[in-house]
């Protein structure tokens, strides 16, 4: 997605898949088509703007922010008019919102890296990606749930035996993520050996700090901006990592997870990015810091932040399910690896961009002291005043409808933070058995051996 042309360009760029024609001819109207006046004014504008096919070309070409890595339940995605239910690896493109419908969850996978997860009743617009020259730059609302925002953090993590407590999307869609099982088989001449203690968990963290190391040597370290919309609060910032409750017609609750909550090594403490929040109000361009593992809440208006004291021991209950994760990590890695070194790269052509890849160059989100900004920066600029109005309005709007709902006597029932969602994903955890693989039990999985078998289940 992009406004101005940015970065000088021989030829007018032909994005991946976009045909020669700029021209949409499945809906084109015969009459005003045919039209000459129609067709002189037209003219009359395009010679006004020499660059008229680039940014219509722009305006066209819908980049993928991401895909879908798995669903538990009912998910969807809602497209223009339309909208399916997404399977693994399914693109996810500017504009796209996504739902968990009743009592299911999601993980989806963004090209820089970034996971995000989404509980029961969630749901969650994905505006636009913008490849960037030093950095990347992500715009997303939550309209409404439980959000758990993950950026791609290049620190290593502590290597823990302890178990995962996201296991209620096992067995993973990625066969590759899966946790390979320490169990031993059953030998009368080794029984020693089962009690023993399983190293499974660990060999995971590891597995996951070597993917790491290795990725690391093509991202190099550029990060990614992430401006994150709430009806009453904007979170933004540089490779955040916040867990977001957004109560739809209420309040807004949000914690900032430090490296040492997200199980980084100590050396990552040192790194730790700091993100901001805007508040509400036609006025109020304030940006104020958030600290770290505190849970903060945000009014209905959107013009007061402070320390959240209520619901704390469900929050904190919620938090538990996503406290330690390496197969998701691993998951992230692998997919990481496969998809997104396009948006890491040393030096950048436009045309091959936009030809191979299908997305724009932008510049850089911060300008060089007394040089004149450039189109990223300038679009940050654009949505902080365009999200801070438009969402006050909203407020305002909704705030005028609920009161005369009130006087007529009408019953507003709005939602409410509540164990529906995390209950099924902690229930999971305590009733969970470990993975085991055919050279424990003798027994020869479908999962393990069936290309299509693994096709039908939406494993790869």
Not at 373 to 396: G, M, V, W
Request: glycine content about 6%; hydrophobic content about 35%.
């Amino acid at each position: 997605m992009g406004v101005s042309l940015g970065v000088a360009q021989e030829k007018v760029p032909l994005f991946k898949d976009q045909h020669l024609s700029s021209t949409k001819w499945g809906e084109v109207n015969f009459k005003t088509f045919l039209s000459l006046k129609n067709w002189k004014d037209e003219s009359d504008i395009r010679d006004q703007v020499p660059e008229w096919e680039t940014i219509v070309r722009e305006r066209n070409n819908r980049e993928i922010i991401g895909r879908f890595f798995q669903c538990v339940g009912v998910c969807r995605i809602d497209r223009g008019q339309s909208f399916f239910n997404p399977n693994f690896r399914t693109a996810i493109y500017e504009g796209d919102e996504i739902q968990t419908i009743g009592e299911s969850y999601a993980w989806i996978f963004l090209m820089d890296g970034t996971m995000v997860r989404l509980s029961p009743e969630s749901a969650i617009n994905f505006n636009e990606l913008n490849i960037g020259v030093k950095e990347n730059f992500l715009n997303v609302r939550v309209n409404a749930g439980n959000i758990l925002w993950l950026s791609r953090n290049e620190s290593s993590f502590e290597e823990l035996n302890i178990r995962e407590t996201d296991i209620l999307f096992n067995p993973l869609a990625l066969y590759e993520a899966q946790p390979v099982s320490d169990k031993k088989p059953y030998l009368e001449d080794g029984l020693i050996e089962l009690a023993i203690e399983r190293q499974t968990s660990l060999n995971q963290y590891k597995n996951l700090n070597s993917l790491i190391e290795k990725n690391n040597k093509f991202s190099r370290g550029k990060p990614t901006y992430a401006f994150i919309v709430m009806p009453n609060v904007t979170i933004m910032g540089y490779n955040p990592s916040v867990e977001i409750v957004s109560i739809l017609g209420g309040k807004t609750f949000f914690k900032k997870r430090s490296p040492a909550t997200l199980g980084l090594k100590k050396e990552a403490n040192d790194k730790e990015e700091e993100i901001v929040v805007q508040m509400r109000g036609f006025e109020n361009t304030d940006l104020t810091p958030v600290e770290s593992d505190k849970w903060l809440v945000v009014d209905e208006k959107g013009r007061s932040l402070v320390q959240a004291t209520d619901n704390l021991y469900w929050f904190t209950m919620g938090e538990f399910i996503t406290k330690r994760i390496p197969s998701i990590l691993v998951a992230r890695e692998l997919m990481f690896a496969n998809y997104s070194e396009f948006a890491f790269l040393e030096k950048y052509n436009p045309t091959i961009l936009a030809g191979k890849n299908g997305y724009r160059l932008w510049g850089s989100l911060k300008s060089e002291s007394g040089s004149k900004k450039a189109d990223l920066e300038l679009r940050l600029d654009f949505l902080k005043e365009y999200f801070r109005r438009i969402e006050t309005t909203n407020l305002l709007v909704s705030s005028h409808f609920n009161e005369r709902l009130k006087e007529r006597g009408e019953i507003i029932k709005a939602m409410e933070y509540g164990n529906y969602f995390f209950i099924k994903a902690l229930d999971k955890y305590y009733s969970y058995e470990e993975f085991q693989n055919e050279n424990e039990t003798g027994e020869v999985l479908n999962s393990t051996t069936k290309t299509l078998w693994k096709r039908m289940h939406g494993i790869r």
